[in-house]
T-cell receptor, first 114, second 113 residues
Framework: AQSVTQLDSQVPVFEEAPVELRCNYSSSVSVYLFWYVQYPNQGLQLLLKYLSGSTLVKGINGFEAEFNKSQTSFHLRKPSVHISDTAEYFCAVKVNTGFQKLVFGTGTRLLVSP | NAGVMQNPRHLVRRRGQEARLRCSPM?????VYWYRQLPEEGLKFMVYLQKENIIDESGMPKERFSAEFPKEGPSILRIQQVVRGDSAAYFC???????????FGPGTRLTVT
């Protein structure tokens, strides 16, 4: 079975500062990796995904993530955050064969203050 | 192209009543997934359906919960005899093909009083 760990439940940061949201996963088979963002009272929006190829993945809104197979990590980064980035961020995995369900972490709340 | 639609957006039910949550997938999508988000938790997979078929229901509680995706019309998640612990946000996602990117709806927030 797969599992996802997001150790930081909340990350406070000042506007224009860099941020890293951590994600570690566990799986005995190859997986696809995703980051989603959830704004208050809204659904999830895909930020970026890793399927194969280059381990550095660029997404929307200036976010990027790096897949590290040896450390089983997929940390999300942004060099300079905006107030509008305040939201909940979820890391998720999906096995690349057969089963279609996404397995989510518990989420990290990013709080950007002026 | 309209996104995934869910209704109602908010639903209040008393204990023991039934809750019906609807999900209309994106146009051209025939694969639907239901997830539940309990307060302060991540989303948990419940069920995966294709038109008229349940493909994977490994995340569905054994009792009171059922799902369908008929040939015509939206997918329905039905919860019978709701209890307070059913209070959560229920999200639907759709994809055009198996393994395709899942597009999420805005969710239905169920409150059981």
């Amino acid at each position: 079975a797969q599992s996802v760990t997001q150790l930081d439940s909340q990350v406070p940061v000042f506007e224009e500062a860099p941020v890293e949201l951590r994600c570690n996963y566990s799986s005995s088979v190859s997986v696809y990796l995703f980051w989603y963002v959830q704004y208050p009272n809204q659904g999830l929006q895909l930020l970026l995904k890793y399927l194969s190829g280059s381990t550095l993945v660029k997404g929307i809104n200036g976010f990027e993530a790096e897949f590290n197979k040896s450390q089983t990590s997929f940390h999300l980064r942004k060099p300079s955050v905006h107030i509008s980035d305040t939201a909940e961020y979820f890391c998720a995995v999906k096995v690349n064969t057969g089963f279609q369900k996404l397995v989510f972490g518990t989420g990290t709340r990013l709080l950007v203050s002026p | 192209n309209a996104g995934v639609m869910q209704n109602p957006r908010h639903l209040v039910r008393r204990r023991g009543q039934e809750a019906r949550l609807r999900c209309s997938p994106m146009k051209g999508h025939s694969h639907v997934y239901w997830y539940r988000q309990l307060p302060e938790e991540g989303l948990k997979f419940m069920v995966y359906l294709q038109k008229e078929n349940i493909i994977d229901e490994s995340g569905m509680p054994k009792e009171r919960f059922s799902a369908e995706f008929p040939k015509e019309g939206p997918s329905i998640l039905r919860i019978q005899q709701v209890v307070r612990g059913d209070s959560a946000a229920y999200f639907c996602a759709s994809s055009p093909a198996p393994g395709g990117e899942q597009y999420f709806g805005p969710g239905t927030r169920l409150t059981v009083t």
